[in-house]
């Protein structure tokens, strides 16, 4: 059987939306078990679909994410977990081969139609990656720098957003008296505190980590993860991870991803503890993958 | 640093502490409804009990969740699991208070046997023992632990004189049979208390010294 992707309303239609035929999907995967009833959703992703040229890499994904929790996606590599999370702020819009079909609606509004502003997305949507990005500048110009492209140059208010972000970060106490020396030399945990004081500055919506210790040794990874179990409720964090520990560690609810499909969503406690798929037992017992 | 999953085994501990809490009052309270042949606390032993069971089952359900979570390692480790087994020993003195409760109530429909020495004695020194397994437990005493292993034979001691003790009622005069084996039950149940006792003591020591001092004299 093949399915035939509908044109989604102006507003909400995909920038490079294409009608398709793609193959049988397993439609929202396995998370029939999951009740987000108790939960407000702050992201939600609606039959979306991803091609890398001929090659489709999302099938029909659909994904509640629920506000001020931590969601981590695993699976193995080239299950489309990062492809997903860089399809939030809309990273993947660089590569030219890719196309997508389907909606995301954060905090209820597309953010995948023509008319949406990216870098407005952006600034609403939060993300740290693999590698520590610092700016080449002082730690308190990284910190504002989101602030600053919004033209904010009044000092107390940015003086107060660096301290805000910074002690969110855990990061204040260590560089509190040397905000104007240069990031880049800070260590590579604390650049990635750094990068996440940075990220939460303006706010966001929905704070992206695209593994962000995969680079660090264990004890900055032990810190950043204490981190993110401390931003929940201030921020909704959506972590991919390859590390199934760590995702067993930090997140609130974990979505299993395999081939490009959501295969199950559900608590963290119950995918570890008594996944309802096969494939996931199999996962995240280490068994395959 | 500080880790939020010290916070989850702090919790886990407090509801180890209030499941031995309710294990002590429970053998208390069935040992003053068999002395005070009180039937109504003897029936309210049985209807605590249920509290216990649940919290049994609660912590366990914490400690498989921090095992899939947390991974923990070392002394977080042995905690975790020493907490699973810790649990069950609590809730089998709150069984064995049940049986004794029970006992109670049996033995409350007939005159007196005899005066109860050995029993309450006996009571005194398994509760004794759970008590001072817990404080080691709490204040990470291995030796206090140590020490409670060792008075496991005293209680033994107690329970084989009471066995002689009984046994020569019965064969001095059959209709004392019933009360005399009802005694025999509540002093074999106490012995089960104080070996529960003398688990939690060892499963403590393995918690601070990862030392396993299980059977060692056989």
């Known amino acids: 059987m093949t399915t035939l992707m509908e044109e989604k309303p102006a507003s909400a239609t995909p920038t490079h939306a294409v009608s398709v035929a793609v193959a049988p999907a397993v439609t929202g995967g396995s998370a029939g078990g999951l009740s987000l009833a108790n939960e407000e959703t702050v992201l939600e992703v609606d039959q979306f679909n991803l091609w890398y040229g001929a090659k489709q890499a999302l099938f029909d994904v659909n994904l509640k994410f629920p506000r001020g929790k931590v969601t981590a996606l695993i699976g193995p590599s080239g299950c489309g977990k990062s492809t997903l999370i860089r399809s939030i702020n809309r990273l993947n819009d660089l590569i ?5 079909s389907g909606d995301m609606r954060l905090n209820g509004a597309s953010i995948l139609g023509r008319n949406v502003d990216v870098i407005e997305l952006r600034k609403r949507t939060g993300m740290v990656f693999q590698k520590t990005n610092p700016f080449p500048m002082s730690i308190y110009e990284n910190v504002i720098y989101p602030l600053r492209i919004d033209g904010e140059n009044r000092k107390s208010v940015l003086d ?8 969110r970060a855990a990061l204040w106490d260590e ?10 030399q800070m260590s590579g945990g604390q650049q990635q505190r750094l990068c996440i004081a940075r990220a939460i500055s303006a706010e966001p919506e929905v704070l992206l980590m695209d593994e962000p210790c995969s680079a660090l040794d264990p004890i900055a990874t032990a810190k950043i993860e204490e981190l993110i179990y401390q931003l929940k409720g201030l921020y909704s964090v959506i972590i991919v991870t390859h590390n199934m520990q760590q ?6 609810y974990t979505a299993f991803f395999y081939l490009g499909r959501l295969i199950e969503y559900d608590t963290t406690e119950k995918i570890f503890t008594n996944p309802g798929n096969k494939q996931t037992e199999d996962y995240v017992t280490g068994r395959f993958g | 640093m500080e880790r939020h999953f010290d916070q989850e085994l702090e919790d886990l501990k407090q509801e180890l502490l209030r499941m031995a809490g309710l294990a002590e009052q429970g053998v208390a309270q069935a040992l003053k409804a068999l002395i005070q042949r009180d039937d109504a606390l003897a029936r309210q032993v049985t209807a605590d009990d249920a509290v216990l069971d649940k919290l049994e089952m609660d912590v366990d359900d914490r400690v498989i969740k921090l095992l899939a979570l947390r991974q923990p390692t070392a002394k977080d480790l042995r905690f ?5 087994k810790i649990s069950g020993e609590l809730e089998r003195i709150g069984d064995q208070a049940v049986s004794i409760a029970k006992r109670a109530l049996a033995l409350s429909q007939e005159p007196s046997l005899k005066p109860l020495v050995d029993i309450p004695q006996m009571a005194e020194h398994a509760q004794g023992m759970i008590r001072d397994a817990l404080d080691a437990f709490v204040y990470a005493k291995p030796d206090l632990a140590r020490a409670v292993v060792t008075r496991d034979a005293r209680v033994d001691a107690l329970n084989d004189q009471l066995h002689r003790e009984l046994t020569s009622f019965m064969i001095e005069d059959p209709r004392t049979i019933t009360r005399a084996l009802n005694l025999m039950t509540v002093a074999r149940k106490l012995e089960r208390v104080a070996d529960h006792a003398t688990n939690i003591a060892e499963e403590v020591v393995y918690l601070y010294e990862a030392r396993d001092i299980r059977h060692q004299n056989q």
């Open chain 2, 80 to 84: 975790i699991t020493m907490a699973m």
């Open chain 1, 96 to 100: 030219d081969s890719v196309r997508y």
């Open chain 1, 175 to 184: 560089v509190k008296d040397r905000l104007h020396e240069s990031a880049l």
């Open chain 1, 247 to 252: 995702a067993a560690r930090v997140s609130d």
């Open chain 1, 160 to 167: 107060e957003i660096v301290e805000r972000s910074l002690r």
